[in-house]
Every structure is written in C-alpha cells, then in structure tokens.
C-alpha cells in the first residue's frame, strides 16, 4: 500500500515524531542538544511554526506544533535536516543520513486533544524512564511550562492559557495534570495516529479538511461497500 502523504493543515496542531536510524542517537551530548534546539528555534521562526511542547528522546524528536501554512512543518522538518544533521556529522566524523525515514504526524482535535498531546509529549522522559522526576527532563518543554524557566522555542497554546488566570495557577493546574497522568488507551490512541498518519478529528471536520490536505484525514470504515439498489441501499452481505 502506497504510504499517505506527509499531513501540513494550516491552523491546527500536529503531534510530531522524528525517529533516527536504528543503533543512533538523535544528540551524543548536552553540546548536540543544544545545537537540535537552536536549529529549531531558527527553522520555526523562518517558516512559521509555532512549538507548543517538545521532548528530545534519546532516539527521536517528539513535537507538538501548529503550522501557519500548510507547507510550514514540512520545511521547518527539512530545515532541521539539512541544519542540525549536517552540523552534527561534521562535528562527530561521520557521513550518511540521521533520521529513520520521514518523520511521522497526525493532525489533532486541539478541544479534545492538545493538552493530552502535551502531557504525552512533556512526560516521555518520566514514562521511559530516563528521569525520576518530570522537572529533572532538562531537554523538553516541560520545566517551561512548570514555571522553572521560560524557554524562548516555545510558544503556548491558548489552550494552556485557559487553564488559569495567573501563571501560578496555569503552572499548578499543569503540574496536576501531568502527575495525573495519561490512561493507557490515551497513549495508544496518540501514538497509533501519529505514526499512521490519521488525524484525531471528528469526522465531520476531516472530511472538509480532507479537501485543502488532498487526501483523506481519516481511514475508510473498514467492510465491504453498501451496495445502491432500487429504491434504497442495501448492504452487501460478507458471502457477497
């Protein structure tokens, strides 16, 4: 089956990974870390693309973005390509390609689901176990949006605004959220759809969206077709 086009709707948030080939490291050390965040920074800026919530893994880039053109994630992810893999190749004496393929993306209901996607973005480290607590991840947007630092790549959602009138009561409210949690069927639901391709939109919104993307948001029901007959439909049976 031929593999769905990268998915870039203007205006709605994407829930990203980028994966680096099998036995890499997306960065080797802090100096690494750094240069993927500043290439970032720079790409974002360039073509528009604003960075609700980040993680890097040790073996792949987690974002959680909003493209202001259709186009914009897509160059921002080519820019990081050609910046931070080139710098980092010169910088460790190697040649050839980082990533493990194209990065992967769904397009998310951001009333139903931003700021799952955020927790599931913001507490990657503690879930694999990399840190024994979430403010100990120095490498995603988590302490920014604990109140420990402010981070410049990132910019909030309106969504994590609505979570309280001052900064105190939006960095409690996340902290709680966070320490609650996201239930199993929550991470399979976000990471099935965003390494499928499909969006976590209702229907009724993917089928208009489906149009500017060109290409369906949403896979086809599964089961055969109904069948048109004489004055109605009628369903064709599993015997045909």
């Given at each position: 089956?031929?593999?769905?086009?990268?998915?870039?709707?203007?205006?709605?948030?994407?829930?990203?990974?980028?994966?680096?080939?099998?036995?890499?490291?997306?960065?080797?050390?802090?100096?690494?870390?750094?240069?993927?965040?500043?290439?970032?920074?720079?790409?974002?800026?360039?073509?528009?693309?604003?960075?609700?919530?980040?993680?890097?893994?040790?073996?792949?880039?987690?974002?959680?973005?909003?493209?202001?053109?259709?186009?914009?994630?897509?160059?921002?992810?080519?820019?990081?390509?050609?910046?931070?893999?080139?710098?980092?190749?010169?910088?460790?004496?190697?040649?050839?390609?980082?990533?493990?393929?194209?990065?992967?993306?769904?397009?998310?209901?951001?009333?139903?689901?931003?700021?799952?996607?955020?927790?599931?973005?913001?507490?990657?480290?503690?879930?694999?176990?990399?840190?024994?607590?979430?403010?100990?991840?120095?490498?995603?947007?988590?302490?920014?949006?604990?109140?420990?630092?402010?981070?410049?790549?990132?910019?909030?959602?309106?969504?994590?605004?609505?979570?309280?009138?001052?900064?105190?009561?939006?960095?409690?409210?996340?902290?709680?959220?966070?320490?609650?949690?996201?239930?199993?069927?929550?991470?399979?639901?976000?990471?099935?759809?965003?390494?499928?391709?499909?969006?976590?939109?209702?229907?009724?919104?993917?089928?208009?969206?489906?149009?500017?993307?060109?290409?369906?948001?949403?896979?086809?029901?599964?089961?055969?077709?109904?069948?048109?007959?004489?004055?109605?439909?009628?369903?064709?049976?599993?015997d045909g």
């Open positions: 089956m031929a593999r769905l086009p990268r998915l870039g709707i203007a205006g709605w948030p994407h829930l990203v990974v980028q994966c680096v080939h099998d036995g890499q490291l997306l960065a080797r050390d802090d100096q690494d870390r750094e240069a993927v965040l500043a290439a970032l920074k720079e790409a974002s800026r360039q073509h528009g693309l604003s960075i609700h919530a980040y993680c890097l893994a040790p073996d792949h880039l987690h974002l959680l973005a909003t493209p202001s053109t259709d186009e914009a994630l897509s160059l921002v992810m080519q820019a990081l390509g050609r910046r931070y893999v080139a710098a980092y190749n010169r910088r460790h004496a190697r040649s050839g390609g980082l990533w493990s393929g194209r990065y992967r993306a769904t397009v998310i209901d951001p009333a139903q689901y931003l700021l799952d996607a955020m927790a599931f973005v913001e507490s990657h480290a503690l879930r694999a176990g990399q840190v024994q607590r979430l403010e100990d991840d120095a490498w995603s947007s988590v302490r920014h949006h604990l109140g420990m630092k402010i981070d410049p790549l990132v910019s909030d959602h309106a969504l994590f605004w609505g979570l309280g009138n001052t900064p105190f009561e939006r960095e409690a409210a996340w902290r709680r959220r966070l320490d609650a949690g996201l239930a199993q069927s929550q991470l399979q639901a976000l990471t099935q759809a965003m390494r499928s391709g499909w969006a976590l939109l209702p229907q009724a919104v993917a089928d208009k969206l489906s149009v500017a993307a060109g290409r369906r948001l949403t896979p086809r029901p599964r089961g055969r077709p109904r069948k048109q007959v004489a004055g109605g439909v009628a369903s064709v049976s599993e």
